[in-house]
């Protein structure tokens, strides 16, 4: 029995998915990512995905890359978040850039609508975050979790919802949700940190998952791997995410003037 090459692929591709490319070289893609849209394959969307999108325009590179290194991917998003995200294309740039994740050089920040205003106005949350799967897959607050550091700002502030920028310096799941819930200002949107964890006696709840909460990765900063220069790119959120932020009366200026 013959084995797959090395660079078999099971990520099929499909050029209707629809993203855009902020930045593109012959080492790394920079990509914006639709809120909507899953990452990767897996479970319910095997060619509907942004991987699936970026077969094929970049099938090549990414099939040359290999599980190994996740078809390039070098972070990802949850389906219901839109914004930036990095993927390799080469395997040094990809090994470089993914040294610099774990290492925590990569700059991540994030944009959120959430529910409440936060007190302080801004400051650091260190709560470590451990995963459970609850017929949801989520994270609590846990002394038993990883580490996990989000530095967040207040941007703007209108009745009860307020506009933040949140700079993880983690990537665990659900990272900046579980923190906000944590601070007591959840994301407008937001499902399952909201849930109760028991219903009322007699009565059964059904998880319908958010068609759109309000965070968008919208600044990334890394030293590009061939280069050798700090990059910083801004990318601002869309037009839904702006309709919403004007609707609750927060001012938008200081994010549409980047």
């Known amino acids: 029995m013959s084995s797959a090459p090395a660079n078999f692929s099971p990520v099929r591709p499909n050029p209707d998915v629809a993203f855009n490319i902020v930045h593109a070289d012959s080492d790394l893609l ?7 849209l899953v990452t990767q394959p897996g479970l319910g969307h095997t060619r509907d995905t942004l991987l699936n999108g970026l077969f094929s325009k970049y099938g090549p590179q990414l099939k040359n890359l290999g599980v190994r290194r996740d078809w390039g991917l070098l972070h990802r998003l949850d389906k219901i978040t839109s914004g930036l995200l990095l993927v390799g294309l080469m395997p040094a740039a990809y090994d470089a850039l993914r040294d ?3 290492n925590r050089r990569i700059e991540k920040e994030y944009l959120a609508i959430v529910q409440g205003t936060p007190d302080p106005a801004q400051g ?3 709560a470590r975050l451990k995963e459970i799967h609850t017929g949801v897959k989520k994270v609590i607050v846990s002394r038993s979790g990883q580490e996990a550091l989000s530095a967040y700002r207040t941007l703007a502030v ?6 933040v920028a949140v700079n993880i310096k983690t990537g665990r799941l659900h990272q900046i949700r579980a923190h906000m819930m944590f601070l007591g200002t959840p994301l407008v949107g937001e499902d399952i940190y909201t849930l109760q964890e028991k219903p009322p006696a007699g009565k059964r709840t059904e998880h319908k998952p ?6 968008h990765s919208w600044r990334l900063g890394f030293k590009h791997p061939t280069e050798k220069k700090w990059r910083e790119f801004v990318q601002p959120p869309p037009a839904d995410f702006i309709a919403a932020a004007k609707r609750l009366g927060l001012d938008v200026s200081s994010i549409l003037a980047q």
């Open 100 to 102: 610099d994740f774990q």
């Open 30 to 36: 920079l990509v914006d990512k639709p809120a909507g």
């Open 158 to 163: 209108s009745g009860r919802s307020a506009l």
């Open 210 to 215: 958010a068609v759109r909460i309000y965070l």
């Open 124 to 126: 650091v949350i260190q």
